[in-house]
């Protein structure tokens, strides 16, 4: 199994340090998201990549629908991946839903992550009474309809969102890998994602966090950072990014290199 996994989510060990650290991509794109990540920190770090099983760089036959119905599949692909390449130690850093499926890996095998570093983390979307996630429920469905109406349509209106930033070049690679999506696949991840809520489970992670948020992201606001602060069990702390956005690895990397090493070097 774990060849076979390793070959179908392209993972890659790149870099020549001994530190061991694990970059883990969010909705919509694919461990390319992180190559100028990828340029800075090999010369010292051993670096993990991999691709969700959703992203469009995998071949959509692996995407089992029956089974990555919650965050927990793609926790069990991520400790398989890491079992594989024989890793027992590990900083991972985790975006948007990697960061959540970070946070499950930590609470079942806190012993293999030195710390999580967590972008743009969100543990739920959708308001409540008591927190606020930045997204009405009635939002959400409208967001799942248009995906479902037309693809390229919501495509070529969200990831300019998403980007926030006026960088047109990570506008339009991060089009490229939604458009690399399967729409079906897509709109499934997507609904997983924004329903889930996994407020109940923070207090169980033990393992030290750094919370990296951009000033102003249109998915997730200032509030859940503070949220994520306030309720993580173990030692944390919160790093505001001077940038607007959802995908600081591409829109800003040379800036989140600088968050990346003072949060390593904790």
């Known amino acids: 199994m774990g060849s076979a996994l390793l070959d179908a989510l392209n993972v890659r060990v790149v870099g020549s340090g001994e530190e061991v650290l694990v ?3 969010g909705f919509g794109t694919d461990q390319s998201a992180w190559h100028s990540i990828v340029l800075l920190f090999a010369p010292h770090y051993r670096i993990v990549l991999y691709d969700l099983v959703c992203a469009g760089s995998v071949n959509p036959d692996y995407f089992d629908f029956r089974r990555y119905t919650t965050l ?6 991520v400790l ?3 079992d594989a390449l024989g890793v027992d130690r590990c900083a991972f850093v985790g ?3 990697s960061a959540m499926i970070g946070i499950l890996a930590s609470i079942r095998r806190p ?3 030195t710390n999580l570093i967590l972008i743009g983390a969100s543990p739920r979307f959708l308001n409540d009474s008591d927190y606020h ?3 009405e429920e009635g939002e959400i469905e409208k967001l799942f309809s248009a995906m479902e109406a037309n693809y390229e349509a919501w495509v070529n209106g969200f990831a300019p969102l998403a980007v926030g930033a006026d960088v047109p070049t990570a506008v339009r690679e991060f089009s490229r890998t939604l458009f690399n999506m399967r729409p079906d696949i897509s709109l499934f991840v997507a609904r997983t994602v924004f329903n889930s809520d996994l407020r109940g489970v923070l207090g169980f992670v033990k393992v030290p966090c750094c919370i990296i948020q951009t000033a102003k992201d249109v998915s997730v606001p200032a509030s859940v950072a503070e949220y994520l602060r306030t309720h993580l069990g173990g030692r944390n ?3 505001i990014m001077r940038t607007e956005g959802h ?4 829109s800003a990397p040379a800036l989140l290199a600088h968050h990346l090493r003072r949060a390593l070097a904790r």
């Open 23 to 25: 970059l883990a991509h």
């Open 72 to 77: 927990d599949a793609y926790v069990d692909d």
């Open 80 to 82: 398989n991946i890491l």
């Open 95 to 97: 975006h948007s839903v």
């Open 111 to 113: 012993e293999l992550f």
């Open 133 to 135: 996630g930045g997204f």
């Open 237 to 239: 702390t919160v790093e």
């Open 247 to 250: 995908l600081p690895h591409l």
